[in-house]
């Protein structure tokens, strides 16, 4: 499949009817980002990073992939409690093996993972400081019911930031990507299908509920957030 022919299928969205379904390809995906990711996971490790304020205790990551931005978040934020929900067990099951190894290696963090449905959020009202999610939402079963699950688990004045990638990004932006994932190149395509573009985010806010929030689209993604917030350089 060449870059052109991938291109031009990205006009309609193609929802993924099962991803990580194999636990093998799962670890291999983590292997890839472990090595890989580092630079991606700045950017939306700064933005959480300039929105924490004296007095927070809690931020939730919502569909925590194999958990490595929750672990790097919980690493620089050593006294804040981090807690991930993710509803597919293969990526619950890499994640634990990670935190597991990051409790081994003594690194600083206050870090839990949950296999819990993101539709349904096992938090009570009002209780999370900032709510954060990070190339999830283009897999979320039920879109709108977790955003009003994001809403409802927020604090009055906390802050939630959704990230995930456009799937109308400006196609310099696929084509550079696309030059280093290299051999996951057709998986990278294959999200990008299943993501949504910004008028389909706004359409799913409004369905929650929350016309009020902000959807901008940045390089390769699109940030939504439940209020305006400053772009983060690289």
Same mark, same amino acid.
């Given at each position: 499949?060449?870059?052109?022919?991938?291109?031009?299928?990205?006009?309609?969205?193609?929802?993924?009817?099962?991803?990580?379904?194999?636990?093998?390809?799962? /670890?291999?995906?983590?292997? %890839?980002?472990?090595?890989?990711?580092?630079?991606?996971?700045?950017?939306?490790?700064? /933005? &959480?990073?300039?929105?924490?304020?004296? %007095?927070?205790?809690?931020?939730?990551?919502?569909?925590?992939?194999? *958990?490595? @931005?929750?672990?790097?978040?919980?690493?620089?934020?050593?006294?804040?409690?981090?807690?991930?929900?993710?509803?597919?067990?293969?990526?619950?099951?890499?994640?634990?093996?990670?935190?597991?190894?990051?409790?081994?290696?003594?690194?600083? *963090?206050?870090?839990?993972?949950?296999?819990?449905? @993101?539709?349904?959020?096992?938090?009570?009202?009002?209780?999370?400081? &900032?709510?954060?999610?990070?190339?999830?939402?283009?897999?979320?079963? /039920?879109?709108?019911?977790?955003?009003?699950?994001?809403?409802?688990?927020?604090?009055?004045?906390? @802050?939630?930031? &959704?990230?995930?990638?456009?799937?109308?990004?400006?196609? %310099?932006? &696929?084509?550079?990507?696309?030059?280093?994932?290299?051999? %996951?190149?057709?998986?990278?395509?294959?999200?990008?299908?299943?993501?949504?573009?910004?008028?389909?985010?706004?359409?799913?806010?409004?369905?929650?509920?929350?016309?009020?929030?902000?959807?901008?689209?940045?390089?390769?993604?699109?940030?939504?957030?439940?209020?305006?917030?400053?772009?983060?350089?690289?």
């Amino acid at each position: 499949m060449t870059t052109d022919t991938r291109l031009l299928d990205l006009d309609a969205r193609v929802p993924q009817t099962a991803p990580y379904a194999d636990i093998e390809g799962v /670890r291999a995906y983590d292997l %890839g980002m472990r090595r890989s990711a580092l630079m991606a996971y700045k950017r939306p490790t700064d /933005r &959480i990073m300039a929105h924490v304020r004296d %007095g927070m205790t809690d931020l939730v990551e919502v569909g925590f992939n194999t *958990g490595l @931005l929750s672990l790097h978040v919980a690493g620089k934020l050593p006294h804040l409690a981090v807690s991930g929900v993710e509803e597919n067990q293969n990526l619950v099951d890499v994640a634990e093996d990670n935190l597991t190894l990051a409790v081994w290696a003594n690194t600083e *963090g206050d870090v839990e993972f949950e296999l819990a449905k @993101l539709s349904r959020l096992p938090f009570p009202d009002d209780s999370a400081d &900032i709510v954060f999610s990070f190339s999830s939402l283009h897999r979320w079963r /039920r879109p709108v019911e977790t955003l009003k699950e994001c809403a409802r688990i927020c604090k009055p004045d906390g @802050l939630v930031i &959704i990230e995930d990638i456009n799937r109308h990004a400006e196609e %310099g932006h &696929i084509t550079f990507i696309l030059q280093f994932v290299k051999e %996951g190149g057709d998986e990278f395509m294959r999200s990008l299908q299943s993501a949504y573009c910004r008028e389909e985010a706004v359409d799913l806010l409004g369905q929650a509920g929350l016309a009020d929030w902000h959807v901008v689209e940045e390089d390769l993604g699109l940030v939504i957030s439940s209020r305006p917030i400053e772009p983060v350089s690289m």
